[in-house]
């Protein structure tokens, strides 16, 4: 993967604290963390488990607001939005892949990426077609119709991949994604999150414990104490 100029970042937080209440003390999480991604770029970031990876991801996700801390992408202050505008917000411009894919047992691999469309109003007839061409492109044209139960790990990872990109955001944040699959299926996936990256120039920030995924993005970060090192 090619590095990126972050001198005008899609993504820039900056003072992220986030401490939790545990009886009569509190716990800090997260410490001044001072984080900026570009489009099409690629970050990578590691620690061992409880040091803070998917409290930071959530916070970057909007799913969860620090206790001090600015955050804003696409040039959107999005700690000043009101719910129901993050909520949108989020919708549109962020997508999220997780270590368990997360689809619905019932439905087909296409009918899964579909779902996230039809919510969001647009149009049955286009959102299929533009599915089934994101599906194709990772290599599932001939596993459309087929449900979660019928396809390997690693093909129900291309899907969850597939349905976060669908709505074309902006970001993708990963939780540990191949935390689950096998090396060969590990190292496919990294090689698509790659290439999604530079076809779609959206940015890519991942947790992870994968050193060879690790190695793949455009820069690593590291998280210890609470401190974010990049």
Same mark, same amino acid.
């Given at each position: 993967?090619?590095?990126?100029?972050?001198?005008?970042?899609?993504?820039?937080?900056?003072?992220i604290?986030?401490?939790?209440?545990? *009886?009569?003390?509190?716990?800090?999480?997260?410490?001044?963390?001072?984080?900026?991604?570009?489009?099409?770029?690629?970050?990578?970031?590691m620690?061992?488990? *409880?040091?803070?990876?998917?409290?930071?991801?959530?916070?970057?996700?909007?799913?969860?607001?620090?206790?001090?801390?600015t955050?804003?992408?696409?040039?959107?202050?999005?700690?000043?939005?009101?719910?129901?505008?993050?909520?949108?917000?989020?919708?549109?411009?962020?997508?999220?892949?997780?270590?368990?894919?997360?689809?619905?047992?019932?439905?087909?691999?296409?009918?899964?990426?579909?779902?996230?469309?039809?919510?969001?109003?647009?149009?049955?007839?286009?959102?299929?077609?533009?599915?089934?061409?994101?599906?194709?492109?990772? *290599?599932?044209?001939?596993?459309?119709?087929?449900?979660? *139960?019928?396809?390997?790990?690693?093909?129900?990872?291309?899907?969850?991949?597939?349905?976060?990109?669908?709505?074309?955001?902006?970001?993708?944040?990963?939780?540990?994604?191949?935390?689950?699959?096998?090396?060969?299926?590990?190292?496919e996936?990294?090689?698509?999150?790659?290439?999604?990256?530079?076809?779609?120039?959206?940015?890519?920030?991942?947790?992870?414990?994968?050193?060879?995924?690790?190695?793949?993005?455009?820069?690593?970060?590291?998280?210890?104490?609470g401190?974010?090192?990049?």
């Open positions: 993967m090619v590095g990126c100029d972050v001198t005008q970042p899609l993504v820039e937080a900056r003072g604290r986030k401490v939790f209440r545990t *009886g009569e003390e509190d716990l800090e999480v997260l410490k001044n963390i001072d984080l900026q991604v570009a489009s099409g770029e690629v970050l990578a970031i620690g061992t488990s *409880g040091v803070g990876k998917s409290t930071l991801l959530h916070i970057l996700g909007t799913l969860d607001r620090p206790t001090v801390g955050l804003s992408i696409d040039a959107v202050d999005v700690l000043a939005l009101g719910e129901a505008d993050l909520a949108n917000f989020r919708n549109r411009h962020i997508g999220f892949v997780f270590q368990f894919h997360h689809l619905l047992p019932e439905f087909t691999a296409l009918e899964n990426v579909v779902l996230p469309v039809m919510i969001s109003g647009r149009d049955a007839a286009q959102a299929k077609d533009e599915a089934a061409e994101l599906l194709c492109r990772v *290599g599932l044209d001939r596993r459309l119709s087929h449900r979660p *139960g019928e396809l390997s790990g690693g093909e129900c990872q291309r899907v969850a991949m597939v349905r976060a990109l669908v709505m074309r955001p902006l970001i993708v944040l990963a939780d540990e994604p191949s935390g689950n699959l096998d090396a060969a299926t590990s190292a996936l990294h090689d698509l999150i790659g290439e999604l990256a530079q076809t779609y120039n959206q940015a890519f920030v991942i947790m992870t414990h994968d050193q060879n995924l690790a190695d793949r993005a455009d820069r690593t970060g590291y998280i210890e104490a401190l974010l090192h990049l």
